[in-house]
């Protein structure tokens, strides 16, 4: 007689986490649950299905054969346990999108949403890094957020959906009285020398600082060393006056007084924008985002490369050139 398996989805939940982490500590962290009894989850789950999924030693833990074997069927019942939830959720609940901060393009796509889907209500949030809005993404404290999806860890693209809807221009904000400021443009050559700020040591953004990182190398350029986390444009006018460094920025970036915005040029620097949620998801609202976004990149040419821009080589999630 064939085997018949009943597996409880939680034991199938707590192993992705370890295969994704690769360590108990950190997936039993992103479950909210004890190592101990995410342990006892594991067991059972191996004792259900009669084999061993994870080779576990003092220094590592990795996968057995049949844990490989094991993981694609995960994923699939759990996105499938996700659909069903979303669908009798979405119809009611609110739909929570991070914006990343106050003034951003981003905010006119979720307006537009709005006018799209007015019966509909879309609650807008300011987590500021998609770092770590992917974070709250996938613990269920947010929907939706906007940023350089290429710039997260495979493990994390690996439960995320998104869709391409901005090549950014990149800028400099500078002090307003700073050598470069009467600039109509800065020229990436003339930051040669510079440290120019990129949010280094906020976990929050490590997909930004990557981005400056690569953009940066073999021009003479410095990311600048961490600075206090700033929330709001006040705090932000505050440092960016006592520390008198530049920051790396995008053209739409909100205005500070005190500093001023200049586009970088020769190459253009782009940032790659997505707009990201969780695999599975299903809600009007997010319908109303994607075609929000997509009518107005249509409309202001946000899908056209500029020509000779600078981008990461071998970007995930952007379109072939």
């Not at 410095?222 to 995008?250: C, Q, S």
């Not at 994607?290 to 249509?298: D, K, N, Q, V």
Request: proline letters at 7%.
């Amino acid at each position: 007689m064939a085997t018949s398996y009943d597996i409880d989805p939680r034991l199938l939940r707590a192993f992705a986490a370890v295969a994704d982490e690769l360590h108990f500590t950190r997936a039993a962290a992103r479950l909210y649950v004890a190592q101990q009894a995410l342990s006892r989850d594991i067991r059972r789950l191996e004792r259900e299905l009669g084999t061993e999924l994870f080779v576990r030693t003092t220094r590592q833990v990795s996968l057995t054969a049949d844990g490989e074997r094991l993981l694609p069927y995960a994923r699939r019942v759990l996105a499938a346990c996700d659909e069903l939830a979303d669908a009798f959720r979405a119809a009611t609940r609110p739909l929570l999108v991070d914006l990343n901060g106050v003034g951003f393009a981003h905010g006119r796509v979720l307006e537009r949403a709005r006018e799209l889907a007015p019966e509909q209500e879309l609650m807008a949030r300011y987590e500021s890094g998609l770092t770590g809005a992917a974070a709250q993404i996938l613990a269920g404290r947010l929907d939706v957020s906007f940023g350089r999806y290429g710039g997260l860890e495979p493990a994390t693209r690996a439960r995320l959906a998104s869709q391409f809807v901005r090549y950014e221009p990149m800028a400099v904000l500078l002090p307003e009285d700073h050598p470069l400021a009467d600039r109509d443009t800065v020229p990436l050559t003339a930051l040669a020398g510079e440290s120019v700020y990129a949010g280094a040591g906020n976990d929050r953004t490590l997909e930004w600082t990557d981005l400056a990182a690569r953009l940066f190398a073999g021009r003479g350029i410095a990311v600048a060393p961490p600075a206090p986390m700033v929330v709001g444009k006040e705090e932000f006018r505050r440092i960016m006056a006592k520390l008198r460094t530049p920051a790396l920025a995008v053209v739409d970036f909100p205005s500070i007084p005190g500093s001023v915005l200049r586009p970088l040029v020769d190459p253009v620097p782009i940032s790659p924008v997505s707009l990201v949620w969780r695999k599975g998801l299903r809600h009007p609202g997010l319908d109303a985002l994607r075609a929000a976004a997509t009518e107005i990149g249509g409309r202001e040419g946000w899908l056209e490369r500029p020509e000779g821009a600078w981008l990461p080589e071998g970007e995930p999630g952007v379109p072939a050139a």
